[in-house]
């Protein structure tokens, strides 16, 4: 059982991520984390309240040699 002084209120955080293949060997992907930029709280302990990950991009390209 969680103490209520160390609860952190339930979030709803939207994720997104695609893939697309160029050809036989190349694939790129893009992934967006946090899509609406909620600000949220994720933990209190141990550290003290700790914030949730803002909106944050990443893309990438994969090589299949």
């Keep these: 059982e969680i103490e209520t002084r160390n609860k952190v209120d339930a979030n709803f955080i939207v994720d997104i991520s695609a893939n ?10 893009a992934t967006v984390n946090n ?6 709280a994720v933990a209190r302990r141990p550290a003290g309240l700790r914030p949730g990950l803002s909106r ?4 990438g390209v994969k090589a299949n040699l």
């Design 20 to 29: 697309y293949k160029l050809n036989t060997f190349l694939s790129v992907s």
């Design 35 to 40: 899509l609406t930029d909620e600000v949220y």
């Design 56 to 59: 944050t991009f990443m893309v």
